[in-house]
């Protein structure tokens, strides 16, 4: 059964809120917990369970981007448990920003069990290593330290904004309460229509 990824509430001195997100009035639910805070990629936030992937959106419209992603499942996804999903962003097509450099184009930001919890960060990167795939960098990790998370320098040209979540695994429900999102000012909404453009595949880098 599909299931649509929770969406991520805006941290306080995120500038980049659109008309239908939402921003937390305060961070105080990452006071006393180790928290990791990632790069927030372009992309399309996409799922992969055992029998099959799809977009947040649940657009089913074929796309030569979920076509890449189609063989990564086609290739990996019996390595995921029943029940379980995974969770990342697809970076083959260029949205907003045009990346030069990328790892690969699927960036595994979470793992989700059948009881849906999510798992903590180190058994995520752990599934990422099992699965063949990248994880957003990670900008900072340790006690949560709100004058050094709002300090962490963002390029707007290069980076879209980061991802602060709890290194503890989390339910479902409580998703608001352990993951929030800075996000440039100015970011470009482009799900409804990069989709009608040729795609641009983003670059990938280059074996040393």
Sequence with gaps: MRRKYPRTPHLPWSPGVAQDDTRLGQAGQFAGQEVVVTEKLDGENTTLDRQGLHARSLDPRPHPSRAWVGGLHGRAGYLIPE??????????????????????????????????????????????????????????RGPWDEALVRALPVDPQTTEGYVVRTVAGFAHEAFADHVAKYVRAGHVQTDGHWMHRPAVPNGLRRPS
């Design 83 to 140: 029940g379980w999903r995974v969770c990342g962003e697809n970076l083959y097509a260029r949205h907003s920003l045009a990346y030069t450099d990328l790892e690969g184009y699927f960036y595994l930001f979470s793992v989700w069990d059948e009881t849906g919890t999510a798992l903590a960060w180190d058994d995520t990167l752990t599934w990422a290593r099992t699965l063949g795939v990248p994880t957003p960098r990670e900008l900072y």
